[in-house]
């Protein structure tokens, strides 16, 4: 089953425009981390965001986690074209055996009009 | 810095053959992780191999299986193909509990 679950599932946006995806996820987790993937290929590390921190910024990106409602948001601003790709949230849980494998939602598929 | 890498690229197999991939993880990144990627879907997690030895596995038949070599290279081998193995397969590599780095995976086709 999936741990996280992004939404909206697909988000299409003017270039210029400010792009939020939200993730919600069910277990206490280490951290959580967004990743993006271009049409197919292997997904980039964007950001991480431990569970004691509640904001971290990296250039256009900014994640907020909210851990008692079990959330996260991604904000991109100043969307541009090569923004266009499919956004996935992953999370880590505290505990044994599986504590480091990152568990995926189905992801968000963004597509920013030029 | 070499990133994670995979091979081949893209595989085309037929149906109840095997189908070898392989990955090569990011210098001193002791685990590795199998997932798979069928179209349209989200990662489903396959297999997480750390110290060379076998920690977890998804919910997965047992031919899917694989291993990891004393270099912390890995292979996953699929055996007995079924048509909805066709999918990415994508490799990690991560130190501890920090990001995981992919490969750019190994679109694997049963026909």
């Known amino acids: 089953s999936q741990q996280g679950e992004e939404d909206p599932q697909a988000l299409s946006i003017q270039e210029g425009e400010n792009a939020t995806m939200n993730c919600s996820y069910k277990?206490?987790?280490?951290?959580l981390q967004w990743y993006r993937q271009n049409s197919g290929r292997g997904l980039v590390h964007l950001i991480l965001i431990r569970s004691n921190e509640r904001e971290k910024h990296s250039g256009r990106l900014r994640v907020t986690l909210d851990t008692s409602k079990k959330s996260s948001s991604l904000l991109i601003t100043a969307s541009r074209a090569a923004d266009t790709a499919s956004y996935f949230c992953a999370t880590t849980q505290p505990g044994s055996g599986g504590s480091y494998i990152p568990t995926f939602g189905r992801g968000t598929s963004l597509i920013v009009h030029p | 810095e070499a990133g994670v890498t995979q091979s081949p690229t893209h595989l085309i197999k037929t149906r109840g053959q095997q189908a070898t991939l392989r990955c090569s993880p990011i210098s001193g990144h002791t685990s590795v992780y199998w997932y798979q990627q069928a179209l349209g879907l989200g990662l489903q997690f396959l297999l997480w191999y750390d110290e060379g030895e076998e920690r977890n596995r998804g919910n997965f038949p047992p031919r899917f299986s694989g291993r990891q070599f004393p270099n912390y290279s890995s292979e996953l081998n699929v055996n007995a193909l079924e048509l909805e193995d066709s999918a990415l397969y994508l490799c990690?590599?991560?130190?501890?509990?920090?990001?995981?780095?992919f490969g750019q995976g190994t679109r694997l086709t049963v026909v």
């Open positions: 990690a590599s991560k130190s501890g509990t920090l990001e995981a780095f």
């Open positions: 277990t206490s987790i280490n951290n």
